[in-house]
């Protein structure tokens, strides 16, 4: 069975941090590279950030260069994003999402799994 499920949403205060947190099967890990995306009401889902399977190489969103952090732990198949500095335009809620490949991806036909989310709210 397929799972990916986020964790670590909530409400914060600009320029604080959070740090989103997604437990993902085996299957859905391992070989994989990860990635996430965040969808803000009445707006399209738009890419955040991925690392490839090796972990070597990762890639932001212009918007989060900088201020966010992605990273995995292999032995827990579980992948992070750190937040800092979050602004009101970073409310959304936030997706992980599982590569077809092991290279990082910036568009949705690069990832065959989802979660269901976690929401992000941002107050200024």
């Known amino acids: 069975q397929v799972q990916l499920v986020e964790s670590g949403g909530g409400l914060v205060q600009a320029g604080n941090s959070l740090r989103l947190s997604c437990a993902v099967s085996?299957?859905?890990?391992?070989?994989?590279?990860m990635g996430w995306f965040r969808q803000a009401p009445g707006k399209e889902r738009e890419f955040v950030a991925a690392?490839?399977?090796?972990?070597?190489?990762?890639d932001y969103a212009d918007s989060v260069k900088g201020r966010f952090t992605i990273s995995k732990f292999n032995a827990k198949n579980t992948v992070y994003l750190q937040m800092n500095s979050l602004k009101p335009d970073d409310a959304a809620v936030y997706y992980c999402?599982?590569?077809?490949?092991?290279?990082?991806?910036?568009?949705?036909?690069?990832?065959?799994?989802w979660g269901q989310g976690t929401q992000v709210t941002v107050s200024s």
């Open positions: 999402a599982a590569g077809k490949g092991t290279v990082v991806g910036r568009n949705f036909y690069e990832y065959d799994y």
């Open positions: 085996a299957r859905a890990f391992s070989g994989r590279a």
């Open positions: 690392i490839s399977w090796s972990g070597f190489t990762t």
